[in-house]
């Protein structure tokens, strides 16, 4: 079941990476973190430590920084929870004394953001990821134990309250180094590796646009309503991700899903009480956009003192051959900023590679409170019970059983489901229907028992009208495996239905896919749910002039059809004509850039 542990343990190391900062100030209503207040403080600005051992603190705790950093690259979150708390109770001495102190200030402000490890929150949720990589480690088979803890509690709702709690130290860090940017003069030495370092306003403004991108991460993340439990259960997933091979899946499974994809689902939308906050983040973006313009500045004018002005700093602003970045080049970034600035705003014309020029406009984005299911093109989810069966239209008749036949797809599913109703602990099955050695129509059933070797079953499959029976026979290839000890011995005959076959004149005649039988999962509709195309028939193709070609896009402008074809205002001025003329003309130039297939000569069949 590696597919799921992947899903957990993505889920994990993903929202690990969010909850990066943090204070132990938040609690959680039913639905969501509370709102966190926002810390509101004032800074002196900068004055000397006069104090020796004070002074002799302060540069032990700047030089912990890096070992600190050091220790979350290793994973070492226990070492650096220690270092953090100590480091930052130095900063905390030197400015209850030197409340000015800027070196302090700045200190102070990135333990706030390292000590975030022992925030109760956010420990809790490391400590609940690592208790979910014990299951992962012991093959546990159960999504509600990924992301239910022991408590009761889900793992979206701890999620959501580590990261509210975070938001309060992304203010406070906020505060300091703020205040620490606003004085130009002021620069900051520290030694790593016998090396001197010399940080500055260069360095200090982008790292209060880091943490205005941080914060709006954190706010995005606390904002949505994530929640895709089923009354706080995940048996729903357990059930998708068991039988979908199978076709399968619960009624019950069906309708969840159908409704958490809905237009009336919560799932995706914003909490109420963080509408104001989720609204703000494009506000959030522009101070970060400001503050990096604020650093590039300062580097722009520090050039003009010459470059031996800057030789410890962490890059050399200058026209010589030896500089690692010009004054121009700093220039343009500063420019071409403004450029994105403005795509929180107005919007900004962006050029793709085909030359196509679309508006895009991502403030919009954070005013879609609703959810985006409103956005999805109309369409509707296909009964299971139908998904293989073939439409009209999308087949043509014709004698064997082929790997485009929907027959052959129907009969391989039916086989896969015999086997996992009658071996136990069955880990995985595929059938595979193929004419072997000529004429020879045979099935193959590969079966991987848990904690077993796995083997094949092969039967040869015999065609009376409409009826398939099958013979168990030996395999002749030695790749292959079989087993004597293989518990399904024989299999019952399958009558395939009208869907998917006929006698015409005493010949046995099959349902045979343009291309591949896809399932048929949805129907797309018009906004009054007419149909418009299955999803089978969109992947079948249609014949034209006697031959059957692919559906072109000038021909999905009728049949996809978008509630609001500008997104909610991101793509303002969007029209159905020039969105589909986009995709087509972007979809066009990737055809014709990609680079072709070449078949290697040297290639051996026993390469295989």
């Known amino acids: 079941m590696n597919g799921f542990k992947k899903f957990a343990l993505a889920l994990s190391c993903g929202t690990f990476f969010i909850t990066g900062c943090g204070d132990d100030s938040s609690s959680a209503n039913e639905s969501s973190a509370d709102l966190p207040n926002t810390p509101s403080f004032s800074v002196s600005s900068c004055e000397e430590v006069t104090d020796p051992e004070m002074s002799a603190k302060l540069e032990i705790a700047k030089s912990n920084i890096s070992e600190i950093f050091s220790a979350f690259g290793d994973g070492n979150i226990e070492s650096m929870q220690a270092m953090s708390a100590s480091n930052k109770d130095v900063f905390a001495e030197v400015l209850n004394k030197y409340p000015g102190n800027c070196e302090a200030q700045l200190g102070y402000a990135v333990s706030i953001i390292t000590d975030l490890v022992n925030n109760k929150n956010v420990k809790g949720f490391i400590d609940s990821v690592t208790n979910k990589q014990k299951f992962s480690d012991l093959d546990v088979e159960d999504f509600n134990k990924y992301l239910i803890n022991a408590d009761g509690t889900k793992m979206t709702d701890q999620l959501q309250k580590a990261v509210a709690s975070a938001i309060p130290s992304i203010d406070s860090a906020l505060i300091f180094m703020k205040n620490v940017v606003a004085d130009e003069n002021f620069v900051c030495h520290y030694t790593y590796e016998d090396r001197t370092f010399e940080l500055d306003r260069g360095e200090f403004a982008p790292t209060v646009a880091a943490l205005y991108v941080a914060k709006s991460i954190l706010t995005m993340a606390a904002s949505l309503n994530i929640d895709f439990s089923n009354n706080g259960s995940y048996d729903w997933l357990n059930d998708y991700y068991e039988n979908m091979q199978y076709d399968t ?78 004054p121009s080049d700093l220039q343009k970034a500063i420019d071409s900023l403004e450029y994105y600035r403005k795509t929180l705003t107005t919007g900004v014309e962006i050029t793709f590679p085909a030359g196509s020029k679309v508006t895009i406009n991502l403030g919009k984005f954070f005013e879609i409170t609703d959810g985006w299911q409103d956005f999805f093109p109309y369409h509707k989810v296909n009964d299971i019970s139908t998904w293989l069966i073939p439409e009209e239209g999308n087949y043509f008749w014709e004698e064997g059983l082929y790997y485009i036949s929907y027959a052959n797809r129907y009969i391989e599913s039916t086989i896969e489901r015999t086997y996992k109703n009658q ?115 969109l992947e079948s193709g249609h014949i034209v002039d006697d031959k059957i070609e692919d559906y072109k896009i000038d021909d999905l402008k009728s049949l996809i059809i978008f509630p609001d074809i500008t997104f909610g205002g991101i793509l303002p001025g969007m029209t159905v004509d020039a969105f589909w003329e986009f995709l087509k003309a972007e979809t066009r130039y990737d055809d014709e850039t990609e680079a072709p297939y070449v078949v290697d000569s040297n290639w051996d069949d026993e390469d295989w």
């Not at 522009?286 to 962490?314: C, F, T």
């Not at 072997?436 to 077993?452: A, H, I, Q, S």
């Open 249 to 326: 899946i619960s009624s019950e499974t069906m309708k969840f899903a159908k409704n958490i994809l809905s237009k009336s689902s919560s799932f995706t939308t914003v909490y109420d009480d963080w509408k104001s906050a989720y609204k703000s983040i494009p506000s959030m973006l522009d101070s970060a956009i400001s503050y990096v313009q604020i650093g590039l500045q300062y580097g722009i004018e520090e050039s003009k003192k010459g470059s031996a002005s800057q030789m410890n700093d962490l890059y050399v602003v200058s026209d010589d051959e030896m500089s690692d970045v010009s």
């Open 423 to 537: 071996i136990e602990d069955l880990d995985y099955t595929w059938a595979d229907i193929d004419y072997y050695f000529g004429d020879t129509l045979l099935l193959y059933v590969e079966v991987e028992p848990k904690n077993d070797d796995y083997y094949y079953d092969v039967f040869n499959i015999a065609i009376d009208n409409c009826t398939i029976s099958f013979t168990k026979t030996e395999s002749r290839y030695s790749y292959y495996r079989t087993s004597e000890d293989a518990p399904i011995k024989t299999l019952d005959p399958i009558n395939l239905s009208s869907d998917f076959c006929k006698v015409e004149n005493g010949v046995t005649l099959f349902a045979q896919a343009f291309d591949y039988p896809e399932k048929n999962v949805i129907t797309f509709t018009d906004a009054n749910g007419n149909k418009t195309i299955s999803w089978q028939s």
